[in-house]
């Protein structure tokens, strides 16, 4: 271990015996409980507002400020419930908030505007995971908390893992966090951060997919935040299957606390307080990781032998301007990098033509915004954003002809950079009339240098090597109208425009919700949706019939899909919730060969650049059924239980349907917990138990033709049965275990994952082994033990 780092565990390990110094325990310790409360769609303050503490006898409460703010301080430890209150807005009930005594609990609670008069109000909303902040989203979406990225079994505080358990959803791969939604390929999800579109935000990501090893953005930054799974509303573009659209909270404002956390995945620091400049007061908020999954190994997992380490750094800054409105700095960066050495024992190329292979892969990515948040009068409010971004993604491999030479096999280097300009205006003409309207533009500016071995001609091939800028244009327009207080539509349209060669979409949404009463709504959806491609696709070099290297997809069209969707959502007795959805997906413009009548497509790509001349003019369609069934956290216990069965198939250029990659036909999971107090009057530790199991159809591929394979030293696939073979059903029992004391000022928690618990050996694949002139099956990772243990002060 370097010296700086055993010197900073000495450090940590001489603060925490300092902290547990003086503790007593089985004392009553409280916490203060504050907040915002703000107008659902502008984002204004509601001055006024009456925020109760009901799950106490007596209850206690406060009205909020001219900022909004609201403040209860000795708040009794444990789960707790306030009722929220202000004239012209339905009333609101938070229930479970998790009160801790190493920090205080920060909340933003966002209020809606009533149609109809206040005395006819008299149900009170309750706060519900299936409704989605965006308050524009109406069908396939629902909101996620920090918490369930923390409490599920085997999330690791990774939002995407965590989103595996919804519906529709599955995990492909065991080592990344990559998600297919509906069917759709995994590059069709957007990623979007603080209003603005953002890289992929994963360590150790490939060019072209849309996930990684884990997340890069740290929990202790995340606020709830949306994750959305079809026809969404019009101010999302570039995407054709999914949106995460996650939000930041804002740091401590009143006074310093801090995060300490140490495990197999690293060291996780985290620093939150005020931020004084002037007469205004803000917050800051820190987290940085180090981590090396190389201590999993040393446990006996076999992970491969492969050196992997990464970090990254997290920040959101707050600053109040007054009437000018406010500012946020926001921003995330990552370095990743694994070196995998290869092997010179010959007699091990037999069983794994892998370790034939050395090299190195380097992913650094990083994101800087600044967002400026202003009122217009009492019914407007703007929001401006500018960001920088970027993403590089290195590696070479060399290929072992002998234990003691090699050649190179492949190399690259890819480097995107964005600027983006962002400005979406809301106004509420009344309370029944919503407009959402913006713009942004994206100025990439870019690097691309990629080489690969030509087995055929045993050269090293040039396969794209181009740089420059390229422009595109978004923009969109969505109203809301809430005919009335049942029966409310949205409706707009998103329109992209790509400069580079002059391609454009024109995306209509529109979206119906009727309540049928206070408990169960019906809802029917629908959107057109475009996704350019991944942008080195379109600077491929390929040798034309005279030998001329040429970029034959440079004028490709993006990718569209029409999404239709039904929804039922009912709120059952005992905090039980159940929603059923049906959709049907229909895509189009699809790029496909354009030299052969054959079966390629990209919506079997997963990551990197085709090398295939292309054209737009394929098909696809996804359809199925999706059932959720969820139980609230209630008296420590929760359920979460999700089901789909659907078909995903596509038409390449040889205009036959066949099944896609990720046609799994069925996915389930369960996942559930309980959570125990003890020293039940004074609430100062608990135990939780969380399990997670997942079952799905095994993913698809193309049957290898072994004989044509042994004769051209490679692998050669039977074509013409493109993705006909399946590959086992997929099984994984996760588990999850957390220990949570409360001293006084200080919260902390030991937690252990177990992911694949029963340590299954699940089929990904298989492969032509050219060494050992067969066909081979390769399995998922093994089972993983998450060790981690949390200091809050």
Request: charged share 20%; net charge positive; aromatic share 10%.
């Amino acid at each position: 271990m370097p010296k700086h780092f055993s010197g900073l565990r000495y450090a940590v390990l001489t603060l925490v015996v300092c902290l547990f110094q003086g503790m007593a325990l089985a004392q009553n310790y409280t916490q203060t409980l504050k907040g915002t409360v703000l107008d659902k769609v502008l984002k204004t303050p509601l001055p006024g507002a009456t925020v109760i503490l009901s799950s106490l006898e007596p209850k206690r409460g406060v009205t909020t400020d001219e900022a909004g703010n609201f403040r209860l301080e000795k708040v009794p430890l444990g789960k707790q419930t306030i009722d929220i209150q202000y004239i012209g807005y339905t009333p609101l009930q938070i229930p479970n908030i998790s009160i801790n005594s190493g920090k205080e609990t920060s909340l933003v609670i966002e209020l809606e505007e009533n149609i109809i008069g206040v005395k006819e109000i008299t149900i009170t909303a309750k706060i519900d995971k299936e409704k989605p902040l965006n308050e524009l989203a109406s069908v396939s979406a629902r909101t996620f908390s920090v918490e369930e990225t923390q409490r599920f079994a085997a999330a690791v505080n990774d939002p995407a893992r965590m989103a595996a358990s919804f519906a529709g959803v599955n995990a492909p791969g065991d080592g990344n966090n990559i998600i297919v939604i509906r069917g759709n390929a995994p590059n069709g999800l957007l990623w979007r951060m603080e209003g603005v579109d953002i890289p992929n935000p994963n360590h150790f990501s490939s060019v072209g997919t849309s996930g990684g090893g884990i997340s890069i953005l740290s929990a202790q930054l995340l606020s709830n935040s949306d994750f959305i799974t079809g026809a969404f509303p019009a101010e999302y573009g570039n995407a054709v299957s999914g949106v995460f659209d996650l939000r930041l909270r804002k740091g401590n404002s009143e006074k310093r606390e801090y995060t300490l956390q140490a495990g197999l995945l690293g060291l996780d620091v985290a620093a939150e307080g005020p931020l004084r400049m002037g007469k205004q007061t803000g917050s800051y908020l820190f987290n940085y990781r180090y981590s090396t999954l190389s201590l999993i190994g040393k446990l006996g997992v076999n992970l491969g032998d492969a050196v992997t380490n990464f970090q990254d750094l997290s920040f959101n800054i707050w600053m109040p301007a007054g009437k000018a409105g406010s500012f946020t700095l926001f921003g995330m960066g990552g370095l990743s990098d694994q070196s995998y050495p290869g092997k010179t024992d010959s007699l091990e190329w037999l069983e794994d033509e892998s370790t034939r292979f050395s090299g190195n892969f380097k992913a650094n990515t990083g994101v800087l915004g600044l967002t400026h948040r202003v009122a217009l009068g009492e019914k407007s409010s703007l929001r401006n954003v500018v960001a920088w971004s970027a993403m590089e993604n290195t590696q070479f491999t060399d290929f072992l002809l002998t234990p003691t030479s090699k050649r190179l096999e492949f190399d690259n280097r890819h480097l995107q950079q964005r600027l983006t300009f962002s400005s979406v205006l809301n106004h509420k003409f009344n309370a029944r009339h919503l407009l959402r309207t913006g713009a942004y533009m994206n100025l990439q500016f870019f690097d691309f240098q990629q080489r690969g071995w030509d087995r055929p001609t045993e050269t090293l091939v040039e396969q794209v090597r181009n740089d420059g800028q390229a422009v595109s244009i978004n923009a969109f327009a969505q109203w809301q109208y809430r005919i009335h207080e049942k029966l409310t539509l949205s409706s707009g349209a998103h329109f992209l425009y790509f400069f580079l060669n002059n391609t454009h979409s024109l995306e209509p949404r529109a979206a119906l919700k009727y309540s049928l009463s206070p408990r169960s709504t019906l809802s029917l959806g629908y959107g057109r949706h475009g996704q350019l491609q991944s942008l080195g696709t379109y600077f491929v070099q390929l040798p034309d019939e005279a030998g001329q290297m040429q970029q034959p997809n440079r004028k490709l069209k993006p990718s569209m899909a029409d999404h239709f969707v039904l929804s039922f959502d009912q709120m059952l007795p005992g905090k039980w919730h159940i929603k059923p959805e049906l959709y049907y997906q229909a895509l189009s413009e699809v790029p496909v060969s354009s030299v052969a009548r054959n079966s390629y497509s990209l919506l079997n790509l997963t990551e990197g650049f085709p090398f295939e001349a292309l054209k737009n003019g394929g098909k696809g369609r996804n359809f199925g059924a999706e059932l959720t069934l969820e139980k609230f956290l209630d008296k420590g216990f929760y359920c979460l239980l999700s089901s789909a069965v659907f078909k995903s198939e596509y038409q390449g250029s040889d205009q036959i349907w066949h099944s896609t990659r990720f046609d799994t036909r069925y996915v389930s999971s369960l996942v559930g917990g309980k959570e125990w107090s003890w020293n039940k009057g004074r609430k100062n530790r608990s135990v939780g138990f969380n399990v997670k199991l997942t079952h799905a159809g095994g993913l698809r591929q193309t049957p290898i033709n072994l004989p044509a394979s042994i004769a051209a030293g490679e692998a050669v696939y039977f074509e013409d049965r493109a993705f006909e073979e399946k590959m086992p059903d997929y099984f994984r029992l996760d588990l999850g275990f957390r220990l949570k004391r409360n001293y006084k000022n200080l919260t902390t928690t030991f937690a252990l994952d177990i992911q694949n618990a029963t340590n299954r050996e699940n089929v990904f694949g298989s492969f032509y082994n050219p060494t050992a002139q067969r066909v081979k099956t390769y399995t998922q990772t093994p089972l993983i033990p998450v060790l981690a243990y949390k200091l809050e002060f």
